[in-house]
């Protein structure tokens, strides 16, 4: 069992930048594929940023791509999401997803773990 913990959400202006952080409980944290999803109100969740177990491969949605940046540190049992040139629409509770096979997917049915979310309101 994995037990993931989100941090960093806040309310920020356009142009702005916030950095989220997950940590996860557990030994084998360095071996799952980690991602983020995000849900506004009256939207499904959707895929913003995925990475492999190493780090090596990452993946972003196109609404994001350029803006955003995920990374890891498994010593520190913690992924992360740099987001930079914060917009609007980006405002949604922002969820980070741990997936024990590995795989850096973009559906949230692809992780096995999730947080509880972390509220990011950005104000034009």
């Known amino acids: 069992q994995v037990q993931l913990v989100e941090s960093g959400g806040g309310l920020v202006q356009a142009g702005g930048s916030l950095r989220l952080s997950c940590a996860a409980s557990g030994r084998t944290f360095s071996s799952y594929a980690m991602g983020w999803f995000r849900q506004a109100p009256g939207k499904e969740r959707e895929f913003v940023s995925a990475?492999?177990?190493?780090?090596?491969?990452?993946y972003y949605a196109d609404s994001v791509k350029g803006r955003f940046t995920i990374s890891r540190d498994n010593a520190k049992n913690t992924v992360y999401l740099q987001m930079n040139s914060l917009k609007p629409e980006d405002t949604a509770v922002y969820y980070c997803?741990?997936?024990?096979?590995?795989?850096?997917?973009?559906?949230?049915?692809?992780?096995?773990?999730w947080g509880q979310g972390t509220q990011v309101t950005v104000s034009s």
């Open positions: 997803a741990a997936s024990k096979r590995g795989v850096a997917g973009t559906m949230p049915g692809e992780y096995d773990y």
């Open positions: 990475v492999t177990w190493s780090g090596r491969y990452t």
